[in-house]
């Protein structure tokens, strides 16, 4: 098991552009798999994207409302119906806000 420590608001990668992917190889399966360990490592956490652990890729991983899994190179179509809820985000840790966001979302990508 492979938990990565999570970058900090301030760190230059969370402010970057990250890059998509375009080699599907063993390098990425270990990356998807370092991030799910990341993930799992913690209690409480529902997402974690590659540039929270330093690396500027378009991947992301996920374990919510029962779901888990990966998405590389996402795209979102999102509904115009909003809710606003109280949102965090590891990289600024014991910080919430009511944020608004799309009541529902699609998501495409590679899994």
Do not use: K, W
Request: with cysteine; hydrophobic share 40%.
């Amino acid at each position: 098991m492979t938990m990565r420590d999570i970058r900090i608001i301030g760190d230059p990668v969370l402010r970057t552009p990250s890059e998509p992917i375009t080699t599907f190889d063993a390098e990425l399966r270990t990356l998807v798999t370092d991030l799910m360990d990341t993930l799992l490592g913690a209690p409480g956490r529902a997402g974690v994207a590659a540039p929270q652990i330093g690396v500027s890729a378009q991947v992301f991983v996920y374990d919510a409302d029962g779901h888990r899994g990966h998405m590389i190179n996402p795209t979102l179509e999102l509904s115009t119906e909003l809710q606003d809820d109280d949102e965090g985000c590891l990289s600024i840790p014991g910080l919430y806000f009511p944020t608004p966001r799309a009541l529902h979302a699609t998501a495409h990508g590679f899994d």
